[in-house]
Structures are given as structure tokens and as C-alpha cells.
């Protein structure tokens, strides 16, 4: 039954390469083995694709629900999470909330609204089960090869947050690194769809002289 979405979905992504990239990135970051189905894109975009959904079906990977319980108010709870690069929130409350459940699950750039500014590393929709919560602090990790890879500036990484109105960032603050990844911490009033972006790195341009004939 689950197996004709599959394929459908295959084979419309394979016809957009970046789709179909950005797809694979997005399993990868979900601890996804895509190996094999990156041998595979080169010649066979459309096989890749199918045994990238495969794997990912295997690694009950893609959405994460989190159960927080009960929220007290003026008194935060920290739940770390593990398949999106956001790695824990921290959920306040001006009231109490009962049996508060958050979702989070990484979403394609189609999914969205409208794009965010910048170099878009990946979106993120979190949903709570009720109103009420806020604000949270967000901590997300990006791959440091990211940004050589994108030509992206470490120092502008932020987090963005949909609303009504478009797309506002958030106070984001670096706050390590390791072998692998650059870590971050935002904080947002409220859930909603984030995107992780940094502006692309400006190249300076030295101007020409002419000494004595000659041109540097």
C-alpha cells in the first residue's frame, strides 16, 4: 500500500536533480545510511531514490514525537532529540500544560511556504499539542562541511521562524564545535516551521594598479 507513494514520489523527484539531492542530504542528516543510493544517482537518480526511501523506512527515520508530560509554569523542560539536526528544546510555559507533546520532522523546500533568505541548510516543522508554550530554546547542529561546501559564513548561521508575516530570525548564538559539526542556540516565542540559513561568504575584489607600465 505505502509502496505506490513511494514510487510516484521517486519518480517525480528523480526528474529534479536538486530535489533529489537535497532528499538525500535531508536522510543523511537523519543518520540515514544513503551510501549506496549516492553510487546510485549519477546513472540511476530514480533506483537511488527508491533505495534511499527504503532505508530510511528501515531506520524509522524522518519524525520524531516527543512527550514532555507536564509543563509547570516559570519551570522549563529540556528534551533532547535525535533525527533532525535539532538536538534538544527547552519548553517554557507562562501556564501549565498537561500531557504536552511536540513533533518534529524535517521538511522538503516544497513543503514551505515560502523560502527563507540565504543559504537554507534544512527545515524543520515542530508542532506542539497545544498553545501556550514559549519561548524555547532551540539547540541545532550543521555540518561544518556544510559551509566551505556552500560557501557559507559560520558567523551568520541563524535560525528563522515562519509566521504570518514571513520569515523572522531568531537570537542565534554559536556555542561549539566538534570533529563533525558546528552547534547553535536559538530562541523562538513560539513552534512553527524553522529554517537554518547563513549568507554566502562575500568575496573581495583587489582592485587593479598600474605601476610603471606594468599591471598587478
Request: hydrophobic content about 45%; aromatic content about 8%.
Amino acid at each position: 500500500t505505502c509502496a505506490l507513494p513511494i514510487w510516484a514520489t521517486a519518480g517525480k523527484a528523480a526528474l529534479n536533480l536538486d530535489y533529489t539531492e537535497f532528499a538525500l542530504s535531508k536522510m543523511r542528516r537523519e543518520g540515514v545510511d544513503t551510501s549506496l543510493a549516492q553510487k546510485l544517482l549519477p546513472e540511476e537518480p530514480f533506483l537511488a531514490l527508491l533505495v534511499a526511501y527504503a532505508a530510511e523506512a528501515r531506520a524509522g527515520a524522518g519524525f520524531e514525537r516527543v512527550v514532555f508530560g507536564t509543563i509547570m509554569p516559570n519551570a522549563p523542560v529540556k528534551m533532547d532529540l535525535g533525527t533532525t539536526p535539532l538536538t534538544s528544546l527547552n519548553v517554557s510555559s507562562a501556564q501549565r500544560l498537561d500531557n504536552f507533546v511536540v513533533t518534529v520532522e524535517e521538511v522538503m523546500p516544497a513543503e514551505v511556504p515560502t523560502a527563507a533568505e540565504g543559504e537554507v541548510y534544512c527545515y524543520v516543522r515542530v508542532n506542539s499539542s497545544s498553545e501556550g508554550a514559549g519561548p524555547i530554546t532551540i539547540v541545532f547542529k550543521v555540518e561544518s562541511s556544510w559551509f566551505s561546501e556552500h560557501e557559507a559564513n559560520v558567523s551568520s548561521t541563524s535560525m528563522a521562524r515562519h509566521t504570518a508575516n514571513g520569515w523572522t530570525l531568531l537570537p542565534t548564538e554559536k556555542i561549539g564545535q566538534d570533529g563533525a559539526y558546528t552547534y547553535f542556540s536559538a530562541v523562538s516565542p513560539g513552534m512553527s516551521v524553522f529554517a537554518i540559513t547563513a549568507a554566502r561568504n562575500v568575496s573581495k575584489v583587489v582592485p587593479s594598479t598600474t605601476i610603471d607600465g606594468w599591471v598587478s
